[in-house]
């Protein structure tokens, strides 16, 4: 006869057998419950069949000793299945209570069971993760309250590249109809992937032989956004399929797995927008020109951005991914897994952009239009003002993959895993505007000397509120017809990561130590980013420029006393206003706001880009002479620069080898168990960069230009950093229905990968540059020897389940950080730029090492219940619930150089931690009965810090959501769905660079969905 014992280590084993075939700690956790279940023979049911409350368990069965597993059910007794919400509930709630370490999952074991849109709004559901809004959609996910810089994802336990600056996954690439479970770790062990302090993500994709049976599903939904049913000329409308099949066969004495799935998404991203230049300053005189800060002054001191900009847009987004994965097991002890994973995702936007250019500019606040804190929510002055266009299109594949091979047998197991990943993104941007001028386009005084038009921009509502000069028409294109110029910028983005990992485990008999594992993992992560050199009309990058060329090739154009190329004359002005000129193409623009800018005058993007660039690509030769660059038409697309080296290109190659040793322990009754381990990791980086010289210009409005030379150095900068992560977790049984856990760990969150280029981005802006000082303000770039942020952790959690399908936890948390990663100190961070021949030394923003510690501590606590209970119908109810509270007394001081006499933090309070929600809450509340499932979703996060780059420090307003879903069953194999997103439509806020200090307004609208599944 067995011994209990000796029947948990069966178990534990084919749990750990399962674990490596994802090579990480993830699969372990969804292995268990798998592996227990294998031993209890069930009965075949339909598939969407619902236990009545009457079959609902009472909680678990326990033959009188803690941890000792029931009797396995005999053959003759029915196993009722439990589908739809309640299954994903009890699904998640057992991997949560099998696990060795703190987790929270969702976990189905249908592919594309959960109802969200994106793998972020999945994770939104799980307790103390909480996700940015990016134009409607979850992005940027934080765990307990804590930023994306602090976690870490991984697809399958292998890390993932992106094509944005960071390292946060894009969970946009992962539709959820082909990802069946997440995993958030919130304490971690010995063999866990490094780079997450708050914790680590592992999305999880089906393996074919654990599903037990063939399924086909496919899935079909229409959207309907109402944002952009306002648009001219749309209607709204997108949609949505999806499609995944899996199946099994006999291969002789062994076992052949296949699951495919494919997604794909046709949908627009509306928004009405408003957001203010990065650019900040601190001010404190009053009218005249552009506003500066001057000490001794009596004047209070106020920010204000370079500019204002109101935008409306036109978006169009597709995606399609597919997934797929072959296992063999040839024989028991042998899992042979291949899976791979592609994606495309496409988005075009198509923008039109309403101006206040000059924001500095003739400044005098309102009575009580300055906060206490120097908030500017209040001001009148005069400013050209701007009719921009712009259509951005961004393109990026995904490829990612691995083979992963593992024995396993009584005695122990070892394992293999190869991955890929990479991620390609290009992004184009072609850019055009027309200015007001000081006579109208039929030769009239416009009534307004050099084209400046007064104005009123408050924002005591909380909202933009602007108004003009009465006798100043916004919507009339006649005002507009100067200072035209066309731009085009493209980036180049490329991030490939190959690792290799090799696991392995020995079981150990009738002792304390049941298992001892070990295991190294190599990886190579390189990020190339090519800020491709800019393209415009009016000035000379590299000495390339947009112009026309006659039927000969030559230059048709001139070149002012700057040595910019000529001005675009008033005829081309006149032209271009005239034939690019289009009515307002939206209907009810920011009317859910207090906003009051509904219309102005817009101009066709394409149209007003090729009236401005030209028809050919031309560089200025060092002896004067033009000459055509072949290959190159601006009508079409100007392509990449013929030179596409610049300052702010980044090339980082992080090499990791990692190596751990872990032991699992428990006792013999079963209530006591966990593991102790230790992981080392060698991390070496090399970043290269480069360094040009420029040339001053003075442009036609008198601003000051800066040009590169074109001639460039090659930089290059290392670092070698070891991190040795020791990590304890434990729990224990008090009863049959409580667990508590506790863990004490080491860990690390490593920078941006961007943040360790050696790059330098010299931004200058269009306006307000009236000397070189100021046109060489508000450099910026990465720093190579940034190091991780480390972290000493202790967690515990205490977890109640009353019966099978109910959970109530409560866990504390706290974690000493170390290495912070924060602004640099300027006066540590002075670089000298070559301009006209002379060394001109600037302050450089980027980030740095604190030599500080500094606490983080926090709880989360949540429950979650169903109410079988109840009679008839009502027994369908159930609800869950969240709420993380986190606090930290770490500073980030405000990073910006714009003034480097006078920078923003001297004038504003620190921030906190970068994402860092003091408050999060989720609730959901349900019904599943029968056919029906029904589903209310409310998500809140308080405010946080969201920085863009190395800009002033910016802040989102608390956020918050309400989704719903519904979805009746017609038959065992048909579905009718119903979605609605974002019905609150709350409007997201940011504030830069202190609170109050509203610097974008994003408004999304409501999104609907109708569709049908179908499985078999």
Known sequence: ??????????????????????????????ACPLAAQENAPQERIPDRQVESASQESSGPEDDGRFGVPAPLADDSEPVIVVTGIRETQRNSIETKRSADVIVDAIISDEIGETPDQSVGETLERIVGVTADRFKGSASEISIRGLGPFLGFSTLNGREVTNGSGDRAVSFQQFPSEIVNGVLVYKSQNASLVEGGTSGVIDLRTLRPLDAGRRRLRIDARGVYEALDDNIDGRNGLGYRVSGSYVDQFQVGDGELGISVGYARADESAPEDFYTESSSVRPCNTIGGGNCSFEEGSDSPTYFVPNSFLFRQSNNDQNRDAVIGTIQYKPRPELDINIDGQYSTRFFEEDRSDLVIAEGRRGITPEPDGILDNGVLIDHSADSRIESQTRIRRRDEEYYGGGLSTEWSDDFGRVGLDLSYSETKRTELDRSARLRTSSTLIDGTDSGFGNGRIPYQLDKTSGFPVVTFDPEFDVTDPDFFNDAGYARRDFTDRNDKIYAARLDGEAYVEDSFITSIQGGVRYSDHRRVADQDIQLRSDSLNNGFFLGTADEAGNYTGDFTGSGAPDPISPAQHIAASQSCRMPFRQNNYFSTTPSNLSNWAQFDATCLFNAFSGNAVFRRNP???????????ANADPGSSPDPRSTSDIDVTEKIMAAYAMANFETGDGRFG???????????????????????????????????????????????????????????????????????????????IEDMGAGRDISTDDTGNLTI????????GGNPQLEPLESWNADLSFEWYPKEGDLVSFAPFYKQLKAGIVSADFNATQESFIIDGQPVTVPVAQQANSDESSDLWGFEASVSHAMTYLPGLLSGLGFVGGYTYADTNFEYADPS????????????????????????????????????????????????????????????????????????????????????????????????????????????????????????
């Open 674 to 752: 966990g593991n102790i381990g230790v992981r080392l990791v060698d991390t070496t980086v090399e970043s290269v960069g480069f360094r040009t010289q420029f040339l001053s210009g003075v442009s036609e409005d008198g601003n000051v230009t800066l040009t590169s030379t074109g001639e460039y150095d090659l930089v290059r900068r290392s670092n070698r950093f070891l991190n040795i992560l020791p990590s304890l977790n434990v729990k224990f049984l008090a009863t049959p229905d409580i667990l508590v856990r506790g863990a004490v760990y080491k860990a690390i969150s490593r920078p941006n």
């Open 897 to 1016: 150089a714009v003034d480097a006499d006078f920078p923003l933090r001297l004038f504003t309070s620190p921030a906190q931690i970068i994402g860092l929600s003091r408050h999060t809450f989720t609730a959901t509340g349900y019904y599943d009965k029968g056919p029906v499932q029904l589903r209310l979703i409310y998500k809140y996060r308080s405010r946080y810090l969201k920085p863009f780059e190395l800009n002033a420090n910016r802040f989102a307003e608390d956020g918050q959501s309400l989704d719903a879903s519904a979805s009746f069953d017609l038959t065992d194999n048909l579905q009718l769905r119903f979605q609605a997103l974002n019905l609150t439509n709350h409007p997201q806020i940011l504030e830069r660079p202190a609170t109050g200090a509203i610097s974008e307004v994003s408004v999304y609208g409501r999104r609907y969905y109708a569709g049908v599944t179908a499985r078999f």
């Open 1 to 30: 006869m067995m011994t209990d014992r000796r029947h948990r280590m069966l178990l534990f084993r084919k749990c750990a057998a399962r674990g490596l075939l994802l090579s990480s700690t993830a699969a372990f956790v969804i």
């Open 623 to 633: 002896d004067g002479s033009v000459s055509l660059v072949d290959g190159f038409d």
């Open 773 to 780: 000082a100021d046109a060489i303000a508000g450099v910026s």
